[in-house]
């Protein structure tokens, strides 16, 4: 299953992309994999490609969230392939 991660405004200076892929990646431990990325008008992203099962899902993606809010990234947000519009990590953590 496909996760996408979005930040529609930048990252603070002490972050970069790279920083937020390394976190994902850690966090999805043999669950899967940052498997894309993109940037543009302000905006950037990150693909992910989850491996658990689909009972796990969610768990992973509580995880991912929760990653992300504990580095004071939880507007950043997360947008399931099963959904048409995401949800900060705020709200799935």
Do not use: Y
């Amino acid at each position: 299953m496909f996760i996408e991660v979005v930040g529609n405004h930048q990252l603070p200076d002490d972050v970069d992309r790279d920083d937020v892929e390394d976190l994902l990646a850690t966090a999805l431990r043999a669950d899967g994999e940052v498997t894309g990325a993109g940037s543009g008008s302000g905006r950037w992203h990150l693909d992910v490609e989850v491996s658990a099962d689909a009972d796990q899902f969610p768990h992973v993606l509580r995880r991912l969230a929760t990653a992300l809010v504990n580095q004071n990234l939880g507007w950043v947000v997360l947008r399931p392939e099963h959904e048409e519009t995401g949800k900060s990590s705020r709200e799935f953590a």
